[in-house]
């Protein structure tokens, strides 16, 4: 957001794909690094994590969304002029608000597709037979990449914890436009977690172990 007109969709990209593939490696061995509240429910369907430990991950994930956006915004307030809210402090939005004028079905089925790639990566290169060492590089990767893609239509989510931070703070259409952005991705995770667990149970896979 800050950067956002000298660095462009790919170098905006590639700081979301740089930040998580850091964060895996840092904090991957002590929580899983989901910070995404659709990886938390793909975790969930996956049967890798435990019910009691869900609330807590979810409630933490949009605290933390929240804050960083308000830090961000008082970073962003210290430039000369302030920062207007208006400008949308990067909240995504579909129609009017959507950086390429998208309308609500064509944003709606980006953010499942989306969805639906990164956390089916998050699970495959998870699985117990991945070399688990190195996931956060195709994590990161793939964040990037459907950042690339998303940036244009949305300014991508694929996290409803990433929504929800800045569009508190924005208010307005920012939270009446909320829902497709907990909603889908939500939905995209569902999907990859059912899809990578119908797979999981294929004979080519039991063979293999």
């Not at 994930?61 to 809210?85: F, H, K, N």
């Not at 998303?150 to 914890?161: H, K, L």
């Amino acid at each position: 957001m800050l950067a956002g007109s000298s660095l462009g969709i790919f170098g905006i990209a590639a700081a979301f794909g740089l930040s998580l593939l850091i964060m895996v490696f840092a904090i991957g061995y002590i929580s899983g690094c989901h910070i995404n509240p659709a990886v938390t429910v793909g975790i969930a369907i996956a049967r890798r994590m435990s019910v009691k430990d869900f609330a807590g991950y979810i409630i933490a994930q949009l605290i933390g969304a929240t804050i960083a956006a308000a830090v961000i915004l008082l970073i962003a307030q210290g430039a000369p002029g302030g920062y207007d809210l208006a400008q949308g402090l990067g909240a995504n939005g579909y129609g009017d608000h959507s950086p390429g004028g998208y309308n609500l079905g064509v944003c709606a089925v980006t953010e499942i597709i989306l969805s639906f790639v990164f956390i089916f990566t998050i699970l495959a290169v998870t699985d117990r037979l991945a070399p688990k060492d190195l996931a956060g590089i195709p994590i990161g990767l793939g964040l990037a990449l459907v950042n690339m893609v998303g940036i244009p239509i949305t300014n991508c989510s694929v996290n409803p914890a990433r929504s929800f931070g800045p569009a508190i703070l924005v208010g307005g259409w920012a939270i009446e436009q909320l829902w497709l952005f907990i909603i889908m991705p939500i939905i995209g995770a569902i999907l990859a977690a059912g899809i990578y667990r119908l797979m999981g149970g294929m004979p080519a896979r039991k063979q293999i172990t």
